[in-house]
């Protein structure tokens, strides 16, 4: 089975622009989630999808959203960046059947997005 | 507000040693426990996951504990390898809402395996 795949892999945007981070997850998988990695903050999570609705989010400004599609297939974007917004946005996939809290959490390779 | 602390921040052993990670959170209402591993600008690679009704999990060289009531786990490596340098990280799955929350991670072990 192919795993999570990112894309793009690596992202130069500008201060003020906007940018869509899109997210593949392994066949079968409904959930997919979103984490945030910076040095100074670590994983933080981001948002979490399971059939097309947003179950969780994190403690994020409205300016990073998300959405999923009927394929699984979820995108992330983030308004108005900011040079703190430069980090490794990684996406994560599971079965996510009703017990959603048991099941184990794969990660994507993640994509490098640096602010100038 | 959970928080997920890990220890030690770095450690550098030679080849061949047994050692221990160590992870500590603040809030017992947990889903489960998870350890991956991350290797420089990689994604996250799972190695274990404990649920909360479990004790410890196993795999080949690695052994996670989990302590609930204590709010910590550890994560065994036997006989170390090169090939097991990369950064631990420690990640919790709490009860939210009825259903589960995020992971919440500590900030990791950056473990180094001297040949």
């Known amino acids: 089975k192919a795993g999570v795949t990112q894309t793009p892999r690596y992202l130069i945007k500008t201060r003020g622009q906007q940018v869509t981070l899109s997210c593949s997850p392994i066949s079968g998988h409904r959930s997919v989630s979103w984490y945030q990695q910076t040095p100074g903050q670590g994983l933080q999570f981001l948002f979490e999808?399971?059939?097309?609705?947003?179950?969780n989010k994190g403690n994020f400004p409205g300016r990073f959203s998300g959405r999923q599609f009927s394929n699984s297939r979820s995108e992330m974007n983030v308004s108005t960046l900011e040079l703190g917004d430069s980090a490794l946005y990684l996406c994560a996939s599971s079965p996510s059947g009703i017990h959603a809290g048991t099941d184990t959490q794969y990660f994507g390779p993640g994509t490098r997005l640096t602010v100038l | 507000k959970q928080e997920v602390t890990q220890i030690p921040a770095a450690l550098s052993v030679p080849e061949g040693e047994n050692l221990v990670l160590n992870c500590s959170f603040t809030d017992s209402a947990i889903y489960n426990l998870q350890w991956f591993r991350q290797d420089p600008g990689k994604g996250l690679t799972s190695l274990l996951l404990?649920?909360?009704?479990?004790r410890e999990q196993t795999s080949g060289r690695l052994n996670a504990s989990l302590d609930k009531s204590s709010g910590r786990s550890t994560l065994y490596i036997a006989a170390s390898q090169p090939g097991d340098s990369a950064t631990y990280l420690c990640?919790?799955?709490?009860?939210?809402?009825?259903?589960?929350?995020?992971?919440?991670f500590g900030k990791g072990t950056h473990l180094i395996i001297q040949p």
């Open positions: 404990i649920q909360s009704s479990q």
């Open positions: 990640a919790v799955r709490l009860y939210s809402g009825g259903g589960a929350d995020g992971l919440t």
């Open positions: 999808y399971f059939s097309e609705t947003q179950r």
